[in-house]
C-alpha cells in the first residue's frame, strides 16, 4: 500500500494524510488491525418520510469467538469521527471483508485474470457455494491397523 500512498498526481489525494488516520486505544487498535470488527453505517430509525437515519458502528466479526469483546462492542454507536475520511472507513471494511473470502475473486484457477459481469442472484451464489464447505480442519479417522 506505501506505493499507493504518494500521490503520483497533484489531483489525487495520498493516503498517509491526518484524514485516514483514526484514533484508537492500542488494545482495540490491536483487534482492528487482526480485522475482527470494522466501523460500519447502522440505521438508528426512520423519520416521517420512512427514510432511515443512519450512524457509524461498530460489527464485530465472528462475535461467538470473543464473547466479552463483542458484548461491549458490537452494534454500539461510535463517537462522532470528525476528520475521518469515510472512504478510509469503507477501504478498512472491503479489506475484512476480503480477509474472510476462502478465495480471492479476482484470480482464476489458471492464474489468468478473467473479467466477468455477475448480478445480484449470481454474486450470491458464488458467495455461497464458496462458503458451503467448512473452511475448519476435519479430523481424520485413525487407522488402528490389525491391532488385537
Given at each position: 500500500m506505501f506505493r499507493y500512498g504518494?500521490?503520483?498526481?497533484?489531483?489525487?489525494?495520498?493516503?498517509?494524510?491526518?484524514?485516514n488516520a483514526l484514533s484508537l486505544r492500542s488494545d482495540i487498535h490491536i483487534v482492528f488491525?487482526?480485522?475482527?470488527?470494522?466501523?460500519?453505517?447502522?440505521?438508528?430509525?426512520?423519520?416521517e418520510t420512512g427514510r432511515a437515519n443512519y450512524t457509524l458502528a461498530v460489527h464485530v466479526f465472528s462475535p461467538s469467538s470473543s464473547t466479552q469483546f463483542a458484548k461491549f462492542y458490537h452494534h454500539i454507536a461510535t463517537?462522532?469521527?470528525?476528520g475521518i475520511?469515510?472512504?478510509?472507513?469503507?477501504?478498512?471494511?472491503?479489506?475484512t471483508v476480503f480477509a474472510y473470502s476462502a478465495q480471492p475473486?479476482?484470480?482464476?484457477?489458471?492464474?489468468e485474470l478473467t473479467v466477468k459481469d455477475y448480478n445480484g442472484?449470481?454474486?450470491?451464489?458464488?458467495?455461497?457455494?464458496r462458503?458451503?464447505?467448512s473452511l475448519s480442519a476435519s479430523k481424520r479417522k485413525r487407522d488402528n491397523g490389525n491391532v488385537v
Open positions: 504518494v500521490s503520483p498526481r497533484p489531483e489525487v489525494e495520498p493516503i498517509h494524510v491526518l484524514r488491525d487482526q480485522r475482527r470488527f470494522v466501523i460500519v453505517p447502522k440505521p438508528l430509525s426512520s423519520d463517537q462522532p469521527l470528525y475520511s469515510l472512504e478510509y472507513i469503507f477501504a478498512r471494511f472491503a479489506w475473486l479476482w484470480i482464476a484457477q489458471d492464474g442472484d449470481q454474486c450470491t451464489q458464488l458467495y455461497q457455494s462458503r458451503a464447505r
